[in-house]
């Protein structure tokens, strides 16, 4: 099983400008640890996902349509106090840019103490999001998860998914997101993050400064595939040319589906084909995932 923990909120997606030349909005469901999830499921894996939302109709929407997911265990969190998360989305040409309505709302503010894993048969995998590393009780819960998931002998996974505008600046990004990249058996960059993470010019240079013993390092490289690197096995897996309409939830889309490929499988014994098997997988799911708009659909 892998358990998804993090943010679910409303992505708010700006389409035509109506009549009176106002911009329009359609809500969405998202949120990247809440977008694997839906993907791994998707993929044939049983999954598990704990986030937190507001008790507003935003917070009651999201509710609703995860529940019709069909996820394996969902444990919504519901805060009586702060609002539902909102990240605000503009496209340009199927790309796009993100701003987050965002201040002491419910996606970092989620209560550790009410997720045992051991009530999730077969747990191999957890998977954390990063978005609540932008704030201190978010860190904190972070490390909580940290300490629970190595306690407990699972695989973590971690996608570093930067989100500049949370930050003043490039270094208290890279020194919040630092202790959880260090940790995590499975980590993915976007091919742009990895260099600006390490300073490094190319994505094979900065991979090499991320490596560690067993790690799966895997590396979106947008319309070129994805990349791996894992002990002394690397390579770069193709993708399909599509021309997206969408690209919001792309990567988490691939990240989904690459964790339901792993599943139940040795993270200290992986072999090339395991890998590549999985990554060509997600490359399927994330080039799907530009064909409409939102970041997942069920």
């Known amino acids: 099983m892998i358990l998804c923990i993090?943010?679910?909120?409303?992505?708010?997606?700006?389409?035509?400008?109506?009549?009176?030349?106002?911009?329009?909005?359609?809500?969405?469901?998202?949120?990247?640890?809440?977008?694997?999830?839906?993907?791994?499921?998707?993929?044939?894996?049983?999954?598990?996902?704990?986030?937190?939302?507001?008790?507003?109709?935003?917070?009651?929407?999201?509710?609703?349509?995860?529940?019709?997911?069909?996820?394996?265990?969902?444990?919504?969190?519901?805060?009586?106090?702060?609002?539902?998360?909102?990240?605000?989305?503009?496209?340009?040409?199927?790309?796009?840019?993100f701003a987050f309505f965002r201040h002491d709302t419910a996606d970092f503010?989620?209560?550790?103490?009410?997720?045992?894993?051991?009530s999730y048969k077969n747990l191999g995998i957890v998977h954390l999001g990063s978005l609540m590393l932008s704030e201190k009780r978010g860190r904190y819960f972070a490390d909580a998860i940290v300490k629970k998931t190595r306690a407990t002998k699972k695989t973590l996974s971690f996608d570093v998914n930067f989100r500049m505008d949370l930050y003043e600046n490039l270094e208290q990004a890279i020194a919040a997101y630092k202790p959880y990249v260090a940790e995590a058996d499975i980590l993915k960059f976007s091919d742009d993050e990895i260099t600006a993470f390490t300073g490094k010019k190319t994505v094979e240079e900065a991979a090499e400064t991320l490596a560690?013993?067993?790690?799966?390092?895997?590396v979106t490289l947008g319309s070129s595939g994805s990349a791996y690197y894992y002990n002394r096995i690397t390579g770069i897996v193709p993708t399909e040319k599509?021309?997206?309409?969408?690209?919001?939830?792309?990567?988490?889309?691939?990240?989904?589906?690459?964790?339901?490929?792993?599943?139940?499988?040795d993270i200290s014994a992986l072999s090339k084909e395991d890998i590549e098997s999985a990554l060509?997988?997600?490359?399927?799911?994330?080039?799907?995932?530009?064909?409409?708009?939102?970041?997942?659909?069920?």
């Open 280 to 298: 060509a997988a997600g490359n399927k799911a994330g080039a799907r995932a530009t064909q409409f708009k939102g970041a997942v659909k069920i």
């Open 109 to 118: 503010n989620m209560d550790e103490n009410e997720i045992d894993f051991s």
């Open 242 to 265: 599509v021309k997206p309409i969408d690209t919001t939830g792309a990567g988490d889309a691939f990240f989904g589906a690459v964790l339901a490929n792993l599943d139940g499988k």
């Open 6 to 97: 993090g943010e679910i909120l409303a992505d708010m997606i700006g389409e035509a400008a109506g009549a009176d030349g106002a911009p329009v909005y359609k809500m969405f469901c998202g949120g990247a640890p809440f977008n694997v999830a839906v993907n791994a499921k998707q993929s044939g894996a049983n999954v598990g996902f704990v986030g937190r939302v507001g008790r507003d109709p935003v917070g009651k929407y999201l509710l609703s349509y995860a529940e019709k997911v069909g996820f394996d265990n969902l444990s919504v969190q519901t805060d009586k106090v702060r609002n539902t998360t909102l990240a605000i989305v503009s496209l340009t040409d199927g790309e796009r840019d």
């Open 212 to 218: 560690k013993k067993d790690r799966l390092l895997l």
